[in-house]
């Protein structure tokens, strides 16, 4: 039995929660009873009366907190920790910005204390980290898609080894700025999954495009390993090897706000290999974008690279950008075949007879002069 009232968030601070109850004669006696409690600790609350619900006995349970807290700079971010009455004293949680990934969702776990509670504990089983991970997931979603959630508070939430359920939720709501787009309010926009597609090559080819995601790190790094010295060369313009941890997390983990990254997928015996990718990032004065694109060996001379620049050309330009730039070496006939085909201005730069500048006015339509 819980006290209903939209003036009391914490109902345990005024004695609004009985548990264990037997039968309809303590069911009375509590309703009365926690009734006038209430009214006394809380007279200015409105008391709309109470909610009965079945006891959700968990013996190996864990109490924990998920929630949504707005920050008024960085906008909605998700917390997790322990939870329980006694969480503003334990004060054990981590924060997030959304949205998170199943890798983002672990980090956070990982970063309380309460995570080492979660594994095999003394007498009790592992929690179902599947359905703790889902319950993580689907608020995060929720923090993305609704602008109007100002906090959301679940606590406790129960976990054990069948499950998590929800004990108590509190929920806030505000009304969003007029004129506020789908993800503005986020401070990392989420995964741009409408622009996933397929794409067919003249020779009858078809590949998967989307946007790259954190989970790709795998498959990144197999793709640069297998690249040519050569084109590792015209790419990357060193003879770089390897990616360095710091720069796979910084190719495959994108602020789809500012840059965006498009990867060419090809499925080969039920597992995805990476054949190209493509990417622009933002410059400080925010019109003007800076492109760079590699194509594995075997897929170079297939048209693959004109396609896959110009379908980043049209998500740059719906995206309000109003330049395309790139820096070229100078023997990388190739790209610059590419570039001229698509309509750039070639450049060459004057203190470096090496490199040429293209350029791309994005008002323009791929395949027409700048």
């Known amino acids: 039995m819980k006290i209903d009232s939209p003036d009391i968030p914490h109902k345990s601070d005024v004695e609004g929660v009985r548990l264990l109850i037997p039968d309809a004669a303590a069911v009375r006696d509590g309703f009365g009873a926690m009734m006038d409690t209430v009214a006394a600790k809380r007279p200015a609350a409105r008391l709309t009366g109470v909610t009965i619900e079945p006891m959700a006995a968990r013996r190996n349970g864990r109490e924990l907190l998920v929630g949504v807290v707005r920050d008024p700079v960085f ?72 602008p109007e959630l100002q906090e959301l508070d679940i606590n406790p939430l129960v976990a054990d080894e069948s499950g998590a359920i929800a004990l108590d939720a509190r929920v806030t ?27 067919r090559l003249a020779d009858g ?41 710091a720069m796979l997390a910084r190719f495959t983990q994108v602020d789809y706000d500012r840059e965006m990254a498009l990867v060419a997928i090809r499925e080969e015996a039920g597992v995805e290999r990476e054949v190209g990718v493509c990417r622009y990032i933002r410059l400080p004065d925010n019109k003007t974008c800076e492109y760079a694109i590699v194509l594995a060996d075997e897929w170079q001379g297939k048209g693959l690279g004109r396609e896959m620049m110009r379908f980043l050309i049209d998500v740059a330009r719906s995206r309000g950008l109003e330049t395309m730039v790139g820096w070229v070496l100078a023997s990388n006939s190739g790209m610059l075949r590419l570039c001229s085909e698509l309509g750039f201005r070639i450049a060459s730069v004057e203190d470096d007879m090496s490199m040429r500048h293209v350029t791309l006015a994005l008002a323009a339509r791929a395949g027409e002069a700048a």
């Open 205 to 245: 080819s078809w590949l998967e495009v989307r946007p790259i995601r954190p989970e790709d790190a795998a498959i990144e790094m197999a793709f640069v390993s297998a690249l040519s010295s050569e084109t590792r060369r015209l790419r990357f313009q060193s003879a770089l090897r390897d990616l360095t941890p």
């Open 75 to 146: 906008g909605p971010a998700l917390t997790f920790g322990a939870g329980g009455i006694e969480v503003e004293v334990l004060r054990d949680r981590a924060v997030a910005l959304p949205p998170l990934n199943a890798g983002l969702v672990r980090d956070l776990v990982r970063g309380t204390r309460v995570a080492k509670m979660l594994g095999e504990f003394r007498h009790m089983p592992a929690v179902d980290r599947v359905a703790l991970d889902a319950v993580l997931l689907r608020v995060s979603e929720m923090a993305c898609e609704l």
């Open 173 to 199: 709501l505000r009304n969003p700025p007029a004129g506020a787009t789908r993800y503005g309010h986020l401070a990392i926009a989420p995964y741009p999954g409408e622009l996933a597609g397929t794409l």
